[in-house]
């Protein structure tokens, strides 16, 4: 690997080039990476919904032609200029946030929304210098959240490498970089269930099934699925939930049948569908005097979340989470770990596998709604 | 006071016959406690605007003659049967709200939210039997809140009274019965400021000031005051109150205005008016990844909290608390000797003193905005 140190790197990328059409593998330019930056080869990457959300840019303009992905695992190719902490061969996750280590949030030790390196959908070039370091002939192709995964090569900002444990399979670890930690993480760190609580986690695709898994690591002894769809009750039960609820099966509203399923109401609930009705019921179902709700599903623009002030003087607690409130680079390295010693499980997540060539098929895949995560092997 | 034990006591209250209308004083009978309740001798009560409402009734069903009043202090006179934690000649503050000890809420760490005697302004008899304890020629006299300490006498459970430090002054002390304890329990048990944190106090009344107390205790580098009121501004200094925002002085949302103040927000808000646009505004103000909103004042039976997903899933915390979170019976007789232990400052908090002949004055002063705290003293 070294000989491609400080050399333009030609390689496949699956390239976007207009909006809800098939990617097309194409042989890109990768220039070596800037100050800061590090270049990686990636091995492993997964499709996540809101690459898909991007790619069909519906609601918001998106740049193309783009380079999507952003849940990954490969290895350091090379280092720009300025970076100490990563090193050719490093094993890491490459994620679509940072952390500088230096803004007030990456030395709040509550907060990840890293003041320069936070999540930005918008932006399509690196921050050094505000150009991409993709290009087909000369013309440039755009970054997406500063990952772009869907590349043999792609360089991302020193801030938003995790160094993970080199003996842990990249192949499984990938989907760790995004939905799986999000949800586990919306649990463990936000809602913090005790052990023997009661936990309701909206929205059964793989970000709730983060959640649940995190309710079982704590020890919750009730875990409630709520999903508008009856054919993911039975996968569901593998992430640790005991009881289902379709609200399309009542007439009242759904957080009125979970309180009366828990005597008031649940001790936690995790909100993993981003539709604002499911998070205000999510909210309300959360028993009064200790109940604590955590958003996790992101909203269309135009959302409103509403809730009578006596839900909140009742003392619930209402919370939101961003990336399950994990500091990429401080703490993803112990949810691998998590993994490594058998605690967290990886595997149930991952239905599918397509080679590189085939990276289409995964968007199929997710827009039948069918299956959990699908793992594209570069 | 052992000779009364067990006999109607013929006292005087201060009662309410109809809404918004002086009290009269006059002499009511008040039967003895029953099984778990407690009968107390009134020594200094305050009013609170919570007496204020429901004496005005105008939001909601008015049930007179009613006896008013819950924020007090006094001494056991007897005690009913199956009462064994409390007896005759205790310092106690009778409480609003109640903790009975077995239920779930009771139960909880969190929770103050006792299931039996959780606070209900609709009832006005006592629980065990249904029926007042309080009469005048033999007609019932509304219970209120389960205190009704404008009274020289009153009944109550035994789960709402919190027996406190006997050296402490009853008069300083009556005030934390309600109140100054839901404003410092918002700060100390919900918010927790964390040493040299920034904190924003939307309204500057005795719940908001005793915020700012609370703030101060925990250490806070800045204490923003938020008041349309700037007359409040100067007596809110004594309660550590820093800086000072007149939502009226600007022509954006106040939550801007604040998060301009501290680099993107503060780090914990204390909400202290009860009106649901200034809660949103208590919310919008913190700083994202960190910040904690409060809410603490009670809105009316219409109002509707709404906010931008997007304001919580940037990891800002709303939460709501009630009496401050404190359990009566467990935790108020702390929040006394935080007062003993001269950590706590309460006679800021008193701005007037009456005789109990001279209660209406009270409601006089709070109609008009003046004052913080009004001390009536049952014995003249």
């Not at chain 1, 000989?3 to 220039?31: M, N, Q, R």
């Not at chain 1, 760790?176 to 023997?196: D, E, H, M, Y």
């Amino acid at each position: 690997m070294s000989s491609t140190v400080g050399k333009v790197i030609k390689c496949k990328a699956a390239v976007a080039w207009e909006a809800g059409k098939p990617l097309v593998i194409e042989e890109v330019e990768v220039a070596p990476p800037q100050k800061k930056e590090v270049r990686l080869k990636i091995l492993f990457t997964s499709l996540c919904h809101t690459d898909l959300y991007f790619w069909e840019a519906k609601a918001q303009d998106s740049v193309f032609p783009r380079i999507l992905g952003h849940e990954a695992a490969g290895i350091v190719e090379s280092v720009g200029e300025g970076v100490t902490e990563l090193a050719p061969g490093d094993h890491v996750l490459p994620v679509f946030t940072g952390e500088c280590k230096e803004c007030a949030h990456c030395k709040s030790e509550e907060s990840n929304m890293c003041s320069l390196l936070r999540i930005n959908t918008d932006r399509g070039v690196m921050i050094n210098d505000g150009k991409t370091r993709f290009s087909i002939k000369g013309k440039p192709v755009y970054h997406f959240v500063g990952t772009s995964t869907f590349s043999e090569y792609t360089v991302v900002h020193v801030g938003c490498v995790a160094k993970i444990n080199p003996l842990a399979p990249l192949d499984k670890v990938c989907v760790l970089s995004c939905g799986i930690s999000t949800g586990l993480g919306a649990t463990l760190n936000v809602a913090k269930p005790t052990k023997g609580s009661s936990v309701a986690i909206f929205g059964l695709g793989a970000v709730g099934l983060g959640a649940a898994e995190g309710a079982r690591l704590a020890g919750a002894s009730r875990v409630i699925g709520v999903d508008l769809n009856p054919s993911r009750f039975e996968e569901a039960k593998k992430f640790g939930v005991t009881e289902f609820v379709n609200p399309k099966d009542h007439k009242k509203p759904v957080q009125e049948v979970i309180a009366e399923m828990t005597d008031g109401g649940v001790d936690r609930s995790v909100e993993c569908t981003g539709n604002v009705s499911a998070m205000i019921s999510a909210f309300e179902c959360v028993h009064d005097g200790w109940g604590v709700a955590v958003l996790v599903g992101v909203p269309h623009k135009d959302a409103e979340f509403k809730t009578h002030p006596m839900n909140l003087l009742n003392e619930r607690t209402l919370k939101g989470t961003f990336f399950g409130n994990y500091k990429p680079r401080s703490d993803l390295p112990s949810v691998v770990e998590m993994y490594m010693n058998k605690e967290l499980e990886v595997e149930k997540f991952i239905t599918h596998e397509v080679p590189f060539h085939e990276i289409n098929k995964a968007f199929e895949l997710m827009q039948k709604g069918e299956g959990l995560r699908c793992v594209i092997r570069m | 006071m052992s000779n009364t034990a067990g006999l109607v006591i013929p006292c005087k209250a201060a009662v309410s016959w109809e809404a918004g209308k002086p009290l009269v004083i006059q002499q009511v009978e008040v039967a003895p406690p029953q099984a778990m309740e407690v009968r107390v001798k009134i020594k200094y009560t305050s009013l609170c605007h919570t007496d204020l409402y429901f004496w005005e009734a105008k939001g909601q069903t008015p049930l007179f003659p009613r006896i008013f009043g819950h924020e007090a202090a006094g001494i056991i006179e007897s005690v009913g049967e199956g009462v064994s934690d409390l007896q005759v000649g205790d310092h106690v503050l009778p409480v609003f709200t109640g903790e009975c000890g077995d239920c779930a809420h009771c139960k909880s760490q969190e929770s103050n939210m006792c299931d039996l005697l959780r606070i209900n302004t609709d009832r006005g008899v006592m629980l065990s039997d249904g029926k007042s304890r309080f009469s005048i020629n033999g007609n019932p006299i509304n219970h209120f809140l389960g205190t009704s300490t404008f009274s020289e006498y009153t009944v109550v459970h035994s789960g709402c009274l919190a027996k406190v430090n006997p050296l402490a002054p009853l008069d300083k002390i009556c005030i934390l019965s309600c109140g100054v304890s839901t404003g410092l329990g918002a700060t100390l048990n919900v918010a927790k400021p964390k040493k040299g944190s920034s904190v924003a106090i939307f309204g500057l009344g005795a719940v908001g000031l005793a915020a700012a107390e609370g703030a101060r205790i925990a250490g806070a580098s800045r204490i923003i005051g938020i008041d349309l009121s700037p007359k409040r501004f100067d007596e809110a200094k004594k309660f550590g109150v820093t800086e000072f925002v007149n939502p009226k002085e600007h022509d954006r949302p106040v939550q801007q205005v604040i998060a301009e103040m501290t680099n993107g927000g503060v780090d914990r808000s204390v909400e202290c008016t009860g009106n649901v646009n200034v809660m949103v505004s208590a919310f919008e103000c913190v700083h994202d990844g960190w910040g904690v909103a409060v809410l603490v004042g009670v809105p009316n039976k219409d109002a509707v909290f709404m906010t931008k997903p997007i304001n919580l899933l940037n990891e800002r915390t709303l939460k709501g608390t009630f009496f401050g979170n404190y359990k009566p019976r467990t935790d108020l007789p702390s929040v006394v000797d935080m007062y003993m232990n001269k950590k706590l400052e309460l006679d800021k908090f008193i701005t007037h003193r009456l005789s109990f002949s001279e209660i209406n004055k009270a409601f006089e002063y709070m109609v008009k905005g003046e004052g913080l705290r009004c001390i009536i003293s049952m014995e003249d």
